[in-house]
């Protein structure tokens, strides 16, 4: 007989593994406690030996939703002090804990919603494994008078479920039923109830009106999808893809679905996933490119609606470009009037807004955008920081990261921190995840890049807590991001490739290869006539690349496809004189620059547009049809890659009649093999064994395998993001890794 003292770290918070132990502990005729303290599960138990030794190997499995990152075990002697085992009241102490992501409805309670139980057509119906978690949590731990279910006091029936250890309700902290949780109403924009409300808004939904509806963790905006020309003209969203929602066997009508992406949409955490389009999908959905963003329903009500639609919805998140996510009934009527016609409303409270997560998957899942289902997310790392850290993030597509010890957590997709009302929205991200966590930041990380207003508050944060404010260069961010994938940054040669970001000497970066401290390869920085405008008009980059390389009436004649020729003289005058002109060795500029030349893309409206839809275009192609320059050139003892021989290849090629769908797919693919060719020469010379990609354009799957091919032939390892974004929302982390790392060193 023996006593054993065990803590479990990992994610054990919010995903039944009290009950789980609990159970473990009956099933081995033991006696003691299992208590939640915030951060970890304590857990202490008596009997015969070998019962205790089988009760912490069973620890191991763990509930479906948990992982178990370490298991503490303190032996002891036998006491006989407990009788029976107990969940204990919850205690808050220390850091370390996990917090709980939103996760979709289970077969199980869609089975209670279908059959003949209490919870029959119930909407809001959850169990100990699903249902909303982060969007209700006030702080950890995870009980219910921690959340907003506490508007929400359980009937008689409830309570004897949560009190039942053999009922899987048994202590879910979110489920309610008809009689005692949550209810839905459905208004219209006069705020005039419509009852009832499911049945109303799936009549409203087929006679071609636009519903705002109030989901786990925000609005989103609903319709068919031959109501999308409306919804974009409200919405000002003129060519952004809009998501979709239907039922599995539905969206397999509409677009091709692979097993790797058939297990993402029928997984818990039910993100979008997008998935090669079928012709039955109208091009107003997603203009110009090839897939389309698909989810399966994920909460009770979105299986009820479907009982009365009949083919896959708009479901898109209800905010304005740029704006956070619509979280409150209130809200939703002031800043959604004039878009939706009607609104399908609950009254459990979101207080942390959380939007959908969006996975391509490419010889393995990874993510666009982390958010519900998969964020905050927590992460054991090799280091251990001497100091707490909170890292700010970048701007576009933003998400902060806490770091203490040798765990650091991520938040979800914050957005676009670029407006008064997306930096509120950082501010109370901050101040919920701190809370949370019980962390005091000592260091402050931020980008570079000086204007941002999250390295802003970073530096006003840091004053409020005389912390020390720490900047690390957004693409050494990105390679950064790589140390959750199991690899160790010493021995990664690092590929960036991206959009923009502020470089060490003050010009625009975004094409980059990174060894530890040094930056011996790249792009070569080209002109960007008119600064941020080339950006959003990407025929500008085209000027700036090939100005002096083609002649100057040739050069004219191809920018007059998008612009006048006053305009395109004076554009190439800002070339020459220098005049309002930054300088860039963005690899996101040179695909849009490639995207212009082609026709694909002359302008820019939502972030990545041209070298989206220049993906799209080039499956198409055939590299093989066209052999495109792109050539490495010697300059201050860095090798860099000449994109004007690229885009000077392009042209001849177009002047020869090339097929410009061959063109795309050849233009992609010289670039690709050209990083990669740095990469691995700078690897040969240093002895790495590991090439490591991420950045923006990590997301373009034509790209991505042709760097990791080329890797894998030299006889080196290659690593991509697979457990973060490889673009910006997983910046954050690099951040905080980069500034532990110049801590300890």
């Known amino acids: 007989m023996k006593n054993a003292k065990i803590l479990v770290r990992g994610i054990v918070q919010g995903v039944g593994f009290r009950p789980f132990v609990y159970n473990l502990a009956a099933a081995h005729s033991?006696?003691?406690?299992?208590?939640?303290?915030?951060?970890?599960?304590?857990?202490?138990?008596?009997?015969?030996?070998?019962?205790?030794?089988?009760?912490?190997?069973?620890?191991?499995?763990?509930?479906?939703?948990s992982r178990i990152d370490s298991i503490d075990v303190d032996y002891g002697p036998y006491t006989g002090s407990y009788r029976g085992f107990r969940i204990e009241k919850s205690s808050v102490a220390g850091f370390g804990g996990f917090i709980p992501p939103d996760t979709g409805?289970?077969?199980?309670?869609?089975e209670d919603m279908e059959g003949d139980t209490r919870f029959k057509d119930y909407w809001a119906t959850s169990c100990?494994?699903?249902?909303?978690?982060?969007?209700?949590?006030e702080t950890l731990p995870y009980d219910r008078e921690n959340t907003t279910m506490t508007d929400f006091p359980f009937c008689e029936d409830c309570r004897r479920d949560y009190e039942d250890p053999k009922n899987r309700r048994y202590h879910a902290q979110g489920?309610?039923?008809?009689?005692?949780?949550?209810?839905?109403?459905?208004?219209?924009?006069?705020?005039?109830?419509?009852?009832?409300?499911?049945?109303?808004?799936?009549?409203?939904?087929?006679?071609?009106?636009i519903l705002a509806i109030k989901g786990v963790g925000g609005f989103h905006l609903c319709c068919r999808m031959e109501v999308t020309p409306l919804l974009r003209k409200r919405r000002n969203r003129p060519e952004q893809p809009f998501a979709l929602m239907a039922p599995l066997k539905v969206i397999e009508k509409y677009a091709y679905v692979s097993d790797g992406e058939r297990s993402l949409l029928d997984s818990m955490q039910r993100p979008i996933v997008l998935l090669r389009r079928k012709p039955g999908v109208p091009e107003a959905v997603a203009p110009g490119l090839h897939t389309v963003g698909f989810m399966t329903p994920y909460t009770g009500f979105h299986h009820l609606l479907f009982r009365g639609i009949d083919e896959p919805l708009i479901m898109t998140s209800a905010n304005l470009p740029s704006e956070p996510m619509v979280r409150d009934n209130d809200e939703a009527f002031r800043r959604l009037g004039g878009i939706a016609d009607y609104y399908l409303l609950h009254n459990r409270r979101i207080?942390?807004?959380?939007?959908?997560?969006?996975?391509?998957?490419?010889?393995?899942?990874?993510?666009?955008?982390?958010?519900?289902?998969?964020?905050?997310?927590?992460?054991?790392?090799?280091?251990?920081?001497?100091?707490?850290?909170?890292?700010?993030?970048?701007?576009?597509?933003?998400?902060?990261?806490?770091?203490?010890?040798?765990?650091?957590?991520?938040?979800?997709?914050?957005?676009?921190?670029?407006?008064?009302?997306?930096?509120?929205?950082?501010?109370?991200?901050?101040?919920?995840?701190?809370?949370?966590?019980?962390?005091?930041?000592?260091?402050?990380?931020?980008?570079?890049?000086?204007?941002?207003?999250?390295?802003?508050?970073?530096?006003?944060?840091?004053q409020a807590y005389g912390a020390e404010v720490v900047t690390v260069q957004h693409h050494r961010a990105h390679v950064g991001s790589l140390a959750v994938e199991g690899v160790d940054l010493e021995d990664v040669v690092g590929v960036a490739m991206d959009g923009v970001g502020y470089g060490e000497d003050g010009t625009v970066w975004g094409g980059e290869v990174f060894h530890g401290e040094s930056h011996p390869a790249g792009l070569l920085p080209v002109p960007m006539p008119g600064g941020d405008l080339a950006t959003r008009f990407p025929m500008r980059m085209v000027a700036g690349i090939l100005y002096g390389s083609i002649d100057d009436e040739r050069l004219l004649s191809i920018m007059q496809a998008n612009m006048g020729e006053v305009e395109a003289r004076v554009v190439l005058r800002q070339v020459e004189t220098g005049v309002n002109v930054a300088y860039s060795s963005s690899a996101g500029r040179v695909l849009d620059a490639v995207a212009a030349l082609l026709g694909v893309c002359y302008r820019r409206t939502y972030e990545g547009e041209p070298a989206m839809k220049l993906e799209s275009f080039a499956l198409k192609g055939d590299a093989d049809k066209v052999k495109l320059p792109c050539e490495a050139i010697p300059i201050s003892g860095r090798s860099v890659i000449d994109s004007r021989s690229l885009l000077r290849g392009v042209v001849e090629a177009l002047d020869e009649g090339k097929d410009k769908h061959d063109i795309a797919?050849?233009?992609?693919?010289?670039?690709?093999?050209?990083?990669?060719?740095?990469?691995?020469?700078?690897?040969?010379?240093?002895?790495?064994?590991t090439i490591g990609f991420s950045g923006g354009v990590a997301v373009n799957a034509a790209i991505s395998k042709a760097i990791e091919d080329y890797v894998k032939g030299e006889g080196l390892k290659f690593v991509t993001n697979h457990r973060l974004p490889c673009g910006d929302g997983g910046v954050s982390l690099g951040q905080a890794v980069l500034a532990g790392r110049m801590l300890i060193s």
Do not use: W
Request: net charge positive; charged share 25%.
């Open 665 to 689: 797919a050849s233009a992609q693919a010289a670039l690709a093999r050209a990083f990669a060719e740095q990469a691995c020469n700078v690897a040969r010379k240093s002895g790495a064994s």
């Open 30 to 65: 033991l006696d003691g406690y299992v208590k939640n303290l915030g951060t970890s599960v304590e857990i202490v138990v008596e009997g015969r030996d070998g019962e205790v030794e089988g009760f912490i190997e069973g620890l191991k499995s763990g509930p479906k939703l």
């Open 175 to 209: 489920f309610s039923c008809p009689k005692c949780g949550p209810g839905l109403a459905l208004y219209d924009e006069g705020r005039n109830r419509l009852d009832p409300p499911l049945e109303e808004a799936i009549r409203l939904l087929n006679e071609g009106r």
């Open 128 to 137: 100990v494994d699903c249902g909303p978690r982060y969007s209700i949590m």
């Open 105 to 110: 409805i289970c077969n199980k309670c869609i």
């Open 351 to 462: 207080l942390n807004r959380c939007d959908d997560s969006v996975l391509r998957y490419n010889n393995g899942a990874f993510f666009t955008r982390m958010a519900r289902g998969y964020a905050p997310a927590m992460f054991v790392l090799k280091d251990r920081t001497p100091k707490a850290i909170l890292a700010m993030g970048p701007e576009l597509n933003s998400s902060i990261s806490i770091y203490k010890d040798n765990l650091c957590y991520i938040s979800h997709h914050l957005g676009h921190i670029n407006n008064p009302m997306a930096l509120e929205f950082l501010k109370e991200t901050v101040d919920r995840l701190l809370k949370m966590t019980k962390v005091r930041p000592e260091v402050i990380a931020c980008d570079m890049h000086p204007a941002f207003l999250s390295s802003r508050l970073g530096r006003e944060l840091a």
